[in-house]
């Protein structure tokens, strides 16, 4: 389970430390909840319901660099997982964006990173939409990646695609 101190990853709002435990009234039932701190964001803060099966759901441990190195492994993140269709697309990119799953976040960086290097090199467009997913995507995955690896998220980008391509 979680503890106060922990460092955790919460939905799309990235990696944050457990800083408190606290009971709160509400409907005149008490309810727990874990304080989050976003590691980006100093004093503002979550509060999950520690008993809120939903909510937990969006909660996770920080990955080792153990299972890091793991994922990054995998044949399974090689595969291309372009959807031609831009509707489905763009659904299918905003399911994984709400999944948080490391991952299918990773297949689909490296997707679109093939996609855009293929466009700019046949001297097309990277379509806005594919740009905001990737940078979304990444956004997700770098700072906990950073805080794993021990390097700034600005570093994260080059260590996956290079990853990736070996």
Not at 29 to 36: D, E, G, M, T, V
Not at 98 to 118: A, F, I, N, P, Y
Request: net charge neutral.
């Amino acid at each position: 389970m979680y503890q106060v101190g922990n460092q955790v990853v919460y939905g799309i709002h990235g990696v944050c430390r457990i800083v408190d435990l606290e009971e709160r009234v509400v409907d005149r039932k008490k309810i727990r909840y874990f304080a989050l701190e976003p590691l980006d964001q100093p004093g503002a803060k979550f509060f999950v319901p520690s008993e809120n099966p939903v909510a937990l759901a969006k909660l996770r441990h920080v990955i080792s660099r153990e299972e890091l190195e793991a994922l990054l492994a995998s044949p399974q993140l090689r595969d291309n997982c372009w959807i031609a269709d831009e509707n489905r697309r763009k659904q299918r990119y905003r399911e994984l964006i709400v999944s948080g799953s490391r991952e299918d976040l990773l297949q689909m960086v490296g997707t679109l990173h093939r996609h855009k290097k293929e466009q700019l090199a046949s001297g097309r467009k990277f379509h806005l939409c594919d740009d905001n997913f990737l940078r979304d995507a990444e956004k997700l995955l770098n700072a906990e990646f950073a805080l794993v690896l021990g390097i700034q998220p600005s570093e994260v980008e080059t260590y996956i695609l290079d990853a990736l391509d070996r």
